[in-house]
C-alpha cells in the first residue's frame, strides 16, 4: 500500500468513528478482489454505509455500531454481472407463455425488453446465490431458421439451450435481424422499479439458419436497415407519408436512430471468424458501434478487435465445433483475447436457470491461461464498462453505490458459495427457492445446523 | 458365432498415435497393416484383458460369453437369426487395448474410488492392468515409465453414463441427427451403437476432460428408446472398435413430458401421463406374452414334439431380456411421484430399475431409492427448464448420498461431459453448504465407481484395485477444483491422452478444417 492510499484510508476511517447509521455493515479481515484500479487487497475492510463504499483499505477499522462480518479467510467481490441473459424476462423454458424474451410478429428492433421485466422470478433469488446482483437481459437469439428440436428430446441441456424464442412461428416482419433491446436490471430484492438502465442495446443476430438465411441477404439488410434509420431521423414526418418505402415499421426505425448515431450499441449475435470481419468492416463502415456475443472464433480476429476497441462476450467452455461456423472454438478463447488487449466479457449459460455457470467458466478460462484479476474483471468491471454502467457497478471503490458480495472462499472456485450479497448497500435475503426445497426435506437434526 | 473370441492378429481395432506411440510411424496410422503389427505386439496385454473379462461376464449377465446357444437343443435349429437366443451378441466388441508398458504415478494424491484418499501414494500399471496402489514406497517394477505424481492426483477414469456422443454429434446438423427415433412410443428394438458415429469431435474433447468410459443413450422421447451402448472413448474408425467388451445392454426408459408432447402433438397415444403408464405395462404385458411362447416352443421341442416357432420380434427381445435380467434399464425419470410409479410397475412385471436419469427430485424419495437399491443419476442443479424439473435443488446429491443411496453425476452434454470432475464438485459444495458434508474419498464415486456399478461394468473398472483396467486421470491438482485439469489419461494401461503432447488424437472430420480441432494442449497460453 502506497503512504497516500494509506493516508486516505485512514482519513476515511477516522471519519466513520462517528456513530454510525443502523445500515452500516463493516466487512473485516477479507481478502478484497475491487475489479478496479487497486487490484486485489490481500486482507482489508470494506465499510459500506447508506447504499454506498464508505471506505475500504488494509488499516480501516469498523465504525462504531456498525454490524461487523468476519472476513477472514472469505473473498470479497463486487456483485457479478449477468451478461446477456433471459433472468427476469422468462421462468420456464418448456412454458411459451412465462417467455417475454422475444418480439413475436409485432416487432423487430423496437421490441422493448424492459416492459416484461419480472423480479418476483424465483430465479432471480437463485441467481443472487450464485454472486449475481446485476442482469443484462437481452432478446433471445433469433434461430427460427434452425430444426425444430423436438428431435432432440434427450439432450435436454441442448435442449433447453436451443430452445430459442419462437418469433418465427408468426412470420416476420422483417427478415429477423433484430431481437429488440436490451435492459439492465438490477436484483434488488422488493425494489418496484428494477430496470435501472433500459435500451441498451438492441441486439442484431447473425447466427446462421436464422430467418435472414445467408450473410449476403443479411448484410445487405442491414445496411438498408440503417439507411432508413438515418432517413427517418432526418424527417420522420417524410417517413410517415412513405412508410411503405421501408420494411421496418416506425417503432423499429426508433430504435434504431440512436444506433446509428453510435449512442445505443448493436450487441451482435456471430461466431464465424469471417462473419466478425465482415462486422468490424459493417461498424467502422456504419460508424456504429457493436458488442459481440458468443464470438467462437473471435481469438482467429483478435488484433483486429483490440484494433477496433470492440468487446466481446464469450462461454469459455465453448469449445465443440457445434455448428459450421463454430469448427474453430477452443478453450482458451477468452485467454486469447485478453492477451490481444480485446475487452473480455465472461458469460455461464444464457438460461437464467444456470447462472452460476459464469464464474465457473471464468474459473476454466483461468485454467486454460487467463490471469486471474482478468477473470475477476470479466465478471464484474468489464461487462460495467462495455455496457456503460458508469458508477452503479461493476467495482469496488469508496463512493461507488454498494453491490459486494462476501464469498466463502475463491468466488471462482466449485467449493465456494456467497455468504451475504449487497446490493446497492442492502442486505439480499440468504434463500432461494432451490435452499427452500432442500431445507423442506432436510433431516431435522441437519437443518438446525444449516448455515 | 459370437461366442467365439476373435484371434489376435485379426483384431480390426484401429487407434491413432498418442503420446506413449512415439515410435508408431505417423503415416502408419490409418494403415490397417501396419496397425495390424501393432496388435501382435501388445497381444499379451490384450489376451489379459479378454481373461479377467470372461471372469467378470461369468458372473454378470448378458454379453459375448452368455450368449451360450439353445440351438443345440433344438431337434432342427433354426435358420440364422430366427431364434433370439442363439446369437446375444450379434455386433460383438472388436476393442483391442492399446499398446502399453509398466508405469507407474509416484507420490500423488490417489482417490481410489473405494473410499481411500491416499496422500503421497504409487500406482502401478502393468500389462494393461492396475498392479498396485499403495503409500509412498510402494515398489514399482523395473524399467516402468515414471510419471511423477508430486503435486498431482490420480482418480481412476471418469464414466459418464448418460451421453449421446456419436448419435448426436457435432456439428449439429439434421443429416446427422441420429438419436431419437420418434416413429413409434415403443422402439425398444433400436440399438443405439447403429447410430453413433465414430468420428464425433466430441469424444476427442471429452477424453482430455478425463473421460474414459462412456454409456451411449438413445433419447428420451419414446417410452421404450432402445438399447444403449457402453464404449471406451479410444479413438476408432468403426463402433464396434470402441465397445466396452462384456458390458451388459441396457434399455432406455423415459417417464413425463417428453414422449407425451411427441406422440400428443402428433394426435396419438401417450398424450398424458396416465398414456405413458399405460403404454409401458401393454409392452410388458406383450414382452411376458412372447416369452411364454417362446418357452412354451421350446419346452415342446424338448420334448421331441413338432412345433413352429413364434415369429422372431427384435422390439420383444430387448423386453424379454430386462424381465430375464440379462438388460437394464435406465430410466429417464425427473419427478419423485413418477419414480415411485415406475417402481410399482417395476415390482408389477418383476424387474428391476438400474437408474433413474436426471432425477431431479430423487432427494425427496432418496430412503425409497435406497430401499429399492436404484441409482439416481443428476446434475449438480441444472434443473427449472420445464416444468418437471422445476423443484431442482442443488442439494439434490447430497441428500441422496447421505440415505446411502446410490449417487451418480452425469452430463447428457458434451460440455459437462468435459468438467464432470467440476459438476460434482458443484453437488459436493451444495451439500457443505447443507451441512452435508460429502469427502473427496465418497465424492470421486459419483463420476467412476458407481456409475461402473449401474452399468455393471464395476469388476471391471471404475476403482484403482489391483486387476482392474488401468483405466485413470492424473489430474493438475485437486480434480474438485475449477482449475483441475487432466494432464493424463489410461485406459487399459495404454495413454490415450497426454496434455503435454502438441498432437492431439482429433477425429478424421477436423483434418483440414480452419482449427484442426484447436483445444488447447497446454492449458496455458502458448
Known amino acids: 500500500m502506497t503512504p497516500r492510499r494509506l493516508i486516505l484510508s485512514t482519513a476515511l476511517a477516522l471519519a466513520f468513528t462517528v456513530p454510525a447509521s443502523a445500515e452500516t455493515v463493516a466487512i473485516v479481515g477479507a481478502r478484497i478482489e475491487t475489479a478496479g484500479p487497486k487490484g486485489a487487497l490481500a486482507r482489508g475492510t470494506l465499510v459500506i454505509t447508506d447504499g454506498r463504499i464508505a471506505a475500504m483499505g488494509a488499516d480501516v477499522l469498523p465504525p462504531a455500531g456498525a454490524q461487523v462480518i468476519d472476513g477472514t479467510g472469505k473473498v470479497v467481490t463486487p456483485g457479478l454481472i449477468a451478461a446477456s441473459t433471459n433472468l427476469t424476462a422468462s421462468e420456464v423454458e418448456g412454458v411459451r407463455a412465462t417467455h417475454d424474451d422475444s418480439a413475436g410478429a409485432g416487432l423487430s428492433a423496437g421490441f422493448d425488453i424492459s416492459y416484461g421485466v419480472n423480479l418476483a422470478s424465483t430465479f432471480v433469488p437463485r441467481a443472487r446465490q450464485t454472486g449475481v446482483t446485476l442482469a443484462v437481459v437481452t432478446p433471445a437469439p433469433l434461430q427460427g431458421g434452425e430444426e425444430d428440436d423436438e428431435g432432440e428430446d434427450g439432450q435436454e441441456v441442448l435442449e433447453a439451450r436451443h430452445l430459442t424464442a419462437g418469433a418465427g412461428e408468426a412470420g416476420w416482419r422483417d427478415p429477423g435481424l433484430f431481437g429488440g433491446q436490451a435492459a439492465a436490471v438490477r436484483l434488488d430484492e422488493g425494489d418496484p422499479d428494477p430496470v435501472f438502465k433500459s435500451r441498451l442495446a438492441v441486439t442484431l443476430d447473425l447466427l446462421r439458419g436464422g430467418p435472414a438465411s445467408s450473410r449476403g441477404t443479411a448484410f445487405v439488410l442491414l445496411h438498408t436497415a440503417l439507411a432508413d434509420a438515418r432517413r427517418f431521423a432526418r424527417d420522420p414526418a417524410a417517413f410517415d407519408r412513405d412508410a411503405a418505402a421501408s420494411r421496418y415499421g416506425r417503432e423499429d426505425l426508433e430504435a434504431l436512430v440512436p444506433v446509428v448515431q453510435g449512442r445505443t450499441p448493436l450487441l451482435v449475435r456471430v461466431q464465424r471468424a469471417a462473419d466478425i470481419r465482415q462486422v468490424l468492416r459493417f461498424a467502422l463502415a456504419e460508424h456504429v458501434h457493436v458488442i459481440l456475443e458468443g464470438a467462437q472464433e473471435a481469438w482467429e480476429v483478435a488484433p483486429e478487435l483490440a484494433e477496433a476497441g470492440v468487446a466481446v462476450l464469450v462461454d469459455p467452455e465453448d469449445d465443440l465445433p457445434e455448428s459450421f461456423d463454430t469448427l474453430g472454438a477452443r478453450l482458451d478463447n477468452a485467454a486469447r483475447l485478453q492477451a490481444a488487449g480485446v475487452a473480455v466479457v465472461i458469460q455461464g449459460s444464457r438460461d437464467f436457470n444456470n447462472l452460476r455457470q459464469a464464474r465457473f467458466n471464468a474459473g476454466t478460462a483461468v485454467a486454460y491461461g487467463l490471469p486471474y484479476e482478468a477473470a475477476i474483471a470479466s465478471l464484474t468491471s468489464v461487462p460495467a464498462r462495455v455496457f456503460g454502467f458508469g458508477d452503479k457497478a461493476g467495482l469496488l471503490e469508496v463512493g461507488r453505490e454498494a453491490d459486494v458480495v462476501v464469498w466463502s472462499g475463491d468466488p471462482l472456485e466449485t467449493s465456494s458459495w456467497p455468504l451475504a450479497v449487497f446490493i446497492a448497500g442492502k442486505r439480499q435475503p440468504d434463500t432461494s427457492r432451490g435452499l427452500q426445497l432442500r431445507d423442506r426435506y432436510l433431516p431435522q437434526d441437519i437443518a438446525a445446523g444449516t448455515p | ?526
Open chain 2, 1 to 526: 458365432m459370437a461366442t467365439q473370441e476373435p484371434a489376435p492378429g485379426s483384431s480390426r481395432a484401429v487407434r491413432r498415435p498418442t503420446a506413449l506411440d512415439k515410435d508408431l510411424p505417423r503415416p502408419a496410422q490409418r494403415d490397417v497393416n501396419g496397425v495390424a503389427a501393432v496388435v501382435e505386439f501388445r497381444f499379451g496385454a490384450a489376451w489379459a484383458a479378454l481373461l479377467l473379462l470372461g471372469a467378470c461376464t461369468a458372473t454378470g449377465s448378458s454379453g459375448p460369453t452368455a450368449a451360450k446357444s439353445d440351438a443345440a437343443a433344438h431337434k432342427t435349429p433354426l435358420l440364422a437369426g430366427l431364434d433370439p437366443d442363439a446369437d446375444l451378441d450379434p455386433f460383438p466388441s472388436t476393442y483391442r487395448p492399446g499398446p502399453s508398458r509398466p508405469a507407474a504415478v509416484v507420490g500423488a494424491t490417489i482417490l481410489t474410488a473405494t473410499g481411500q484418499e491416499i496422500v503421497n501414494g504409487v500406482v502401478v500399471m502393468s500389462g494393461g492392468r492396475i498392479a498396485s496402489v499403495g503409500p509412498a514406497g510402494t515398489p514399482t517394477p523395473a524399467g516402468a515409465t515414471l510419471i511423477d505424481g508430486r503435486g498431482k492426483w490420480v482418480t481412476p477414469g471418469v464414466i459418464d453414463i448418460h451421453s449421446h456422443m456419436g448419435d448426436y454429434p457435432v456439428p449439429s446438423v439434421p443429416s446427422r441427427s441420429d438419436g431419437n427415433e420418434l416413429t413409434d412410443p415403443n422402439t425398444a428394438q433400436v440399438w443405439a451403437e447403429h447410430s453413433v458415429w465414430p468420428q464425433d469431435p466430441a469424444f476427442d474433447r471429452s477424453r482430455a476432460g478425463g473421460v474414459t468410459t462412456l454409456e451411449i443413450l438413445p433419447g428420451s422421447g419414446n417410452l421404450f428408446g432402445g438399447r444403449s451402448v457402453v464404449l471406451k472413448n479410444v479413438t476408432a474408425t468403426t463402433v464396434g472398435a470402441m465397445k466396452f467388451p462384456g458390458a451388459p445392454y441396457d434399455l432406455k426408459m423415459a417417464c413425463g413430458e417428453n414422449p407425451k408432447r411427441v406422440y400428443g402433438s402428433k394426435g396419438r397415444a401417450p398424450s398424458t401421463a396416465m398414456g405413458n403408464v399405460a403404454g409401458y405395462r401393454a409392452a410388458w404385458l406383450a414382452a411376458q406374452d412372447y416369452r411364454r411362447k417362446w418357452d412354451e416352443y421350446r419346452a415342446k421341442v424338448g420334448r421331441g414334439v413338432a412345433a413352429d416357432p413364434p415369429t422372431r420380434n427384435l422390439q420383444l427381445d430387448t423386453l424379454v431380456g430386462v424381465l430375464k435380467g440379462d438388460i437394464r434399464i435406465q430410466n429417464h425419470c425427473y419427478r419423485a411421484d413418477e419414480m415411485a410409479t415406475m417402481i410399482d410397475i417395476s415390482h408389477e412385471f418383476g424387474f428391476h430399475i438400474a437408474a433413474f436419469h436426471h432425477a431431479v427430485e430423487s432427494y425427496k424419495i432418496a430412503p425409497l431409492l435406497k430401499r429399492e437399491g436404484i441409482c439416481s443419476v443428476m446434475w449438480a442443479d441444472w434443473g427449472g427448464f420445464k416444468m418437471e424439473s422445476f423443484d431442482s435443488t442443488e442439494a439434490n446429491a447430497a441428500l441422496v448420498q447421505r440415505v446411502g443411496a446410490c449417487t451418480i453425476i452425469h452430463s447428457d452434454d458434451d460440455y459437462i461431459d468435459q468438467h464432470l470432475n467440476q459438476e460434482a464438485a458443484i453437488a459436493m459444495a451444495a451439500g457443505a453448504r447443507a451441512g452435508i458434508p460429502v469427502s473427496h474419498a465418497d465424492a470421486i464415486s459419483w463420476i467412476t465407481a458407481n456409475p461402473a456399478r449401474a452399468l455393471g461394468i464395476f469388476k471391471e473398472t471404475g476403482s484403482l484395485e489391483p486387476g482392474k483396467a488401468a483405466d485413470l486421470v492424473v489430474w493438475s491438482t485437486d480434480p474438485f477444483s475449477v482449475y483441475a485439469l487432466a494432464e493424463h489419461v489410461f485406459i487399459d494401461g495404454a495413454q490415450v491422452y497426454d496434455r503435454a503432447h502438441p498432437a492431439q488424437p482429433r477425429s478424421d472430420f477436423e483434418l483440414g478444417q480452419p482449427a484442426q480441432g484447436a483445444f488447447t494442449p497446454q492449458g496455458t497460453m502458448p
